[in-house]
Structures are given as C-alpha cells and as structure tokens.
C-alpha cells in the first residue's frame, strides 16, 4: 500500500474505514433501482459537502457499504452526517416507499458497522465491490479499472 498521507494543520493521517448502515426492520428498499441510484447521490453530496473522502460504496438489499477516510472524524459524527442527512432527504424525495415501508419512522436502523481497513483495503475494496450492487463515488476511479 502506497503512503497516501494527507497533511493537516499538525498531524500527516490516514484512517480508512469500512463503514455499513442497515435499513430498519430489513426492508430490502435497495433493491428499488430509482431509490438505490437517489441514496448514492444523497450520499455523493454529503461527502462532497462535509469533505469526506469516499473511496468506494456499495449496496446490498437492505444495507449500505462505504470505505471512508476517517482522518479529520470521529465515528459518532460521521455516522450522524450521513444516516441523518440520507435517511431525511430520502423518504422525502420518496414519501411512497416512506409509508410502505417505514410506517412514519426513520430509513437506518440504529445499527452500524466500522472496521478499520488497516493495511489490507484492497480486500474490504473488493469485499464492497461484490455487493449485490456496487456504485463508486462521483469522480473516484472503478475498482476494476485498476486491476
């Protein structure tokens, strides 16, 4: 793995991590293409918005996968940012699947998933990649371009 540092003010870090929310009560709402294609822009727009560098997402029916770098984060931030502002504007721009499916309630579960990648983020890149489906953030490269 190459040095791929990033320099802030007083410190040289990188903290990629591999994160994962599941819908609540399971419902498998990725499988609805329109809203699948509408949460990875939401989520496009919260990492270009907040700064946070996205290197991969992916969908399975009813959870989402991302490898973030957590450099300039803390986990309860992130987690915060991207569940509140996702979940929100979705079953807004969705009111349909909100009334099928979530019965008045929020889209995330209150469940997350991190784990650091450490040195092995090639593996957890094509662990995302081999989700039902796989998206790349605006502007990233596609995993399979570079193998």
Excluded at 101 to 108: C, K, R
Aim: with cysteine.
């Amino acid at each position: 793995m190459k040095n791929d540092l990033v320099s802030y003010n007083h410190a040289q870090m990188r903290i990629w991590v591999h994160i994962s929310f599941k819908v609540k009560f399971t419902h498998e709402v990725f499988d609805i293409r329109e809203f699948r294609e509408a949460c990875q822009k939401q989520m496009d727009e919260i990492f270009s918005t907040y700064g946070i560098e996205c290197d991969r997402i992916g969908f399975d029916s009813n959870h989402f996968h991302a490898i973030v770098d957590l450099a300039r984060w803390d986990i309860t931030t992130l987690v915060k940012i991207m569940k509140g502002t996702s979940g929100k504007k979705l079953l807004a721009q969705f009111p349909e699947i909100k009334k099928k499916y979530f019965w008045g309630s929020g889209l995330w579960s209150g469940t997350k998933y991190v784990y650091s990648v450490g040195r092995d983020k090639l593996a957890i890149e094509r662990y995302v990649a081999k989700q039902k489906y796989f998206g790349v953030p605006v502007g990233q490269k596609s995993l399979f371009e570079f193998c």
